[in-house]
């Protein structure tokens, strides 16, 4: 585990909450140099605070107005290995996570779909026919609200 300061903290929230900046406004945001406030990214990069940078997608702007996350009870692990089954759900474009999980279900999955009967195909036509798929929970989300991480 890396020994982090106040400035770590405050230079790891300020990418968290925009990675594009660059180490020149970072420096200047958080009273370093630009080659200061550098030398900090590349440490924090080469400890593997940062795996890596996406994209926040806006899932409505590209027609999907529905997530579901589903709760997965495998009905037989026996016969259906846990990579098989996460291979195969892995697969579907619509499911967005795969959490392999401990308590009533084995896995958590986040599906976005374009309406709800476009989810409806995507559990009866993919994730149903999943081998070793057993009992499903749906959850449709209505708002989500994201709050800063413990750094």
Same mark, same amino acid.
């Given at each position: 585990?890396?020994?982090?300061?106040? #400035?770590?903290?405050?230079?790891?929230?300020?990418?968290?909450?925009?990675? #594009?900046?660059?180490?020149?406004? @970072?420096?200047?945001?958080?009273?370093?140099?630009?080659?200061?406030?550098?030398?900090?990214? +590349?440490?924090?990069?080469?400890?593997? $605070?940062?795996?890596?940078?996406? @994209?926040?997608?806006?899932?409505?702007? @590209?027609?999907?107005?529905? !997530? $579901?996350?589903?709760?997965? +009870?495998?009905? !037989? +692990?026996?016969? $259906?290995? @846990?990579?098989?089954?996460?291979?195969?759900?892995?697969?579907?474009?619509?499911?967005? #996570?795969?959490?392999?999980?401990?308590?009533? &279900?084995? &896995?958590?999955?986040?599906?976005?779909?374009?309406?709800?009967?476009?989810?409806?195909?995507?559990?009866?036509?993919?994730?149903? #026919?999943?081998? =070793? $798929? =057993?009992?499903?929970?749906?959850? *449709?989300?209505?708002?989500?609200?994201?709050?800063? =991480?413990? *750094?």
């Amino acid at each position: 585990m890396i020994e982090l300061d106040d #400035t770590d903290r405050a230079l790891i929230r300020s990418l968290a909450a925009d990675a #594009t900046q660059s180490a020149g406004a @970072l420096g200047r945001a958080l009273n370093l140099s630009q080659p200061a406030a550098w030398r900090r990214i +590349k440490r924090l990069r080469a400890a593997g $605070v940062f795996r890596g940078q996406r @994209l926040d997608l806006d899932r409505e702007a @590209l027609g999907f107005g529905v !997530t $579901v996350f589903l709760g997965v +009870k495998l009905a !037989t +692990k026996g016969r $259906v290995s @846990l990579q098989d089954f996460e291979r195969a759900v892995s697969a579907i474009p619509e499911v967005q #996570t795969v959490e392999h999980v401990l308590g009533l &279900y084995d &896995y958590r999955l986040r599906v976005v779909a374009r309406d709800i009967s476009d989810f409806e195909r995507v559990l009866r036509r993919r994730i149903m #026919t999943l081998p =070793g $798929v =057993g009992n499903i929970d749906a959850n *449709v989300l209505l708002s989500e609200e994201r709050l800063p =991480g413990p *750094v």
